[in-house]
């Protein structure tokens, strides 16, 4: 006999990105097609218990950020039919897949916010089939840290100026727009640099903040903005130390934070050299990972007295840059989608 649940909100959410992020480049694996992903997820079971939906990357060959109205209605069919419904949709607003650095020039901020557009279209077409009940649209700085340090303050004003412009775009559509914290991305790539950012925006009901839990780890330790690190030098993982750390980073994020991503990391960055670092996703089952993530997600799920906070209607797992073998074993979404279960009991609600 199945064992149900006790909570159903927030609703369970697969990203599908990690089918094309570091894939199909020259010397790397090839995409995994949307199909393949979706049937993945739509597979997966634990006690009964199934994903509720995907989060989705707006970038071929998943999906054409041009699609027409029609092509957008038989993917929303395929979703449907998978028993699954539309969360959060990623706006491909770099320079490589057509739009422009936030902080770069004129024509740079005008790709930037015609992606967002174009972004915001979808989300909002899906809306209007019924296949999308809740949600945002993902950006960042499309920016290097490099760059971004040649004139920080300047930068900034830059980057919160583009933001400010897509937010306005984006709340025409009823849209918000959530920019994901990662080490990346300059401007964004600490977390006292992303709170700068968010007030110079200061658009807290359109543009508000992504926390990825594998991403704003690497916040706490310092990577890319070491004059920022939560913990000591020679933090040895000491729980008290870790737990005063998170406290404070989630103090000053939370209340901007509008979607949240469930993930695991080791503490190790890729990139070297003038390459800025980035976070390297785990396994939910990966030994070396450094969270405990059903009891790490409350630090986002709830308030600082420990009350749910009911702000996320859907959560989604991120976890990108596994081989090709990883991820069409079945078992690897089964696990995944346990870890999801045990953070919406730890930290979700009935209704």
């Known amino acids: 006999m199945s064992q149900q649940p006790h909570n159903n909100f927030p609703k369970l959410h697969n990203a599908m990105w990690p089918g094309l992020v570091g894939k199909g480049s020259p010397g790397a694996e090839p995409c995994i097609d949307l199909d393949t992903m979706l049937n993945l997820t739509a597979q997966a079971e634990v ?25 957008l209605k038989r993917m929303a069919d395929k979703i449907r039919a998978k028993g699954l419904v539309v969360g959060s949709v990623v706006a491909p607003i770099w320079p490589p897949t057509g739009g422009g650095s936030a902080m770069g020039t004129e024509e740079d901020r005008k790709k930037f916010v015609e992606q967002v557009r174009k972004g915001c279209r979808i989300a909002a077409k899906f809306r209007e089939l019924g296949i999308r009940p809740h949600g945002v649209v993902r950006i960042d700085s499309a920016s290097s840290v490099s760059e971004w340090d ?58 508000g903040f992504q926390a ?48 949240f991503h469930v993930a695991q990391n080791d503490a190790t960055v890729k990139g ?35 009350k749910v906070t009911r702000k996320f209607k859907h959560i989604c797992w991120d976890g990108c840059m596994f081989p090709n073998e990883v991820m069409m074993r079945q078992q690897t979404w089964n696990d995944i989608l346990a870890a999801m279960i045990q953070v919406r009991e730890n930290h979700g609600w009935k209704s």
């Open 47 to 71: 006690n009964g218990t199934k994903f509720d939906g995907v989060d989705i990357f707006l970038f071929e060959p998943h999906i054409n950020i041009d699609a027409s109205d029609d092509d």
């Open 150 to 207: 040649k004139d920080p303050k300047a930068a900034t004003k830059r980057i919160a100026a583009t933001f400010k412009e897509a937010g306005t775009v984006a709340k025409g559509f009823g849209e918000r727009l959530a920019a994901e914290g990662e080490i990346c991305w300059g401007g964004m790539h600490s977390w006292k640099n992303m709170l700068n950012l968010l007030e110079a925006v200061d658009m807290p009901k359109v543009v």
């Open 212 to 259: 990825d839990m594998a991403h704003t780890l690497l916040y706490m330790l310092g990577y890319n903005a070491p004059e920022h690190r939560l913990v000591p030098e020679n933090f040895r993982w000491q729980p008290d130390q870790f737990h005063t750390a998170m406290k404070k980073l989630t103090k000053a994020l939370r209340p901007w934070t509008i979607d």
């Open 272 to 306: 070297s050299g003038s390459h800025d670092k980035t976070g390297r996703h785990c396994l939910a089952t990966d030994p070396n990972g450094k969270l405990n993530i059903a009891r790490d997600a409350g630090y986002w799920m709830r308030d600082e007295t420990g």
